[in-house]
């Protein structure tokens, strides 16, 4: 599952909530991914800061090194208060249109959609305390 292990890095969805509420680190499901998001201009955008192996092995095929990536870009929030950008999925070496959406003050769904939203994928992130994982 390696390659949802990179997805979930790569989608999200947003409510009309001021974009510091998403300021942070977040904690894909599997827990093989930590993204921060954070300011990049006028826009939001996210850096991975720890993956484990599985994850990295996965990502070889559209990026050499998944840690200090950035896979979030562009997130701007729209009228509906969800937050649209773009994804970079590493183990397709894929860029899809993206949505970032609180759900709660410790999580996110995150959302990406190919082939003009016919195929689409949601997961929910934790927010995490840590850039990196405790022993990790």
């Known amino acids: 599952m390696a390659s949802t292990a990179v997805f979930a890095s790569v989608a999200l969805v947003a409510s009309p909530t001021p974009a510091t509420s998403l300021e942070g680190h977040w904690l894909h499901p ?43 870009t562009g997130f701007k929030p729209n009228r509906n208060g969800q937050w649209k950008g773009n994804i970079f999925i590493p183990d397709l070496n894929m860029h899809v249109g993206g949505k970032i959406q609180t759900l709660d003050a410790r ?30």
């Open 30 to 72: 599997e827990k093989s991914v930590i993204i921060r998001l954070s300011p990049c201009g006028s826009n939001l955008c996210g850096t991975v800061t720890w993956a484990n192996a599985s994850a990295q092995k996965a990502a070889h095929r559209g990026i050499d090194k998944l840690v200090g990536a950035e896979l979030l």
């Open 107 to 136: 999580r996110l769904k995150v959302s990406g959609c190919i082939l003009g939203g016919m195929i689409c994928r949601s997961q929910t992130w934790t927010r995490s305390d840590e850039a990196v994982p405790s022993g990790g």
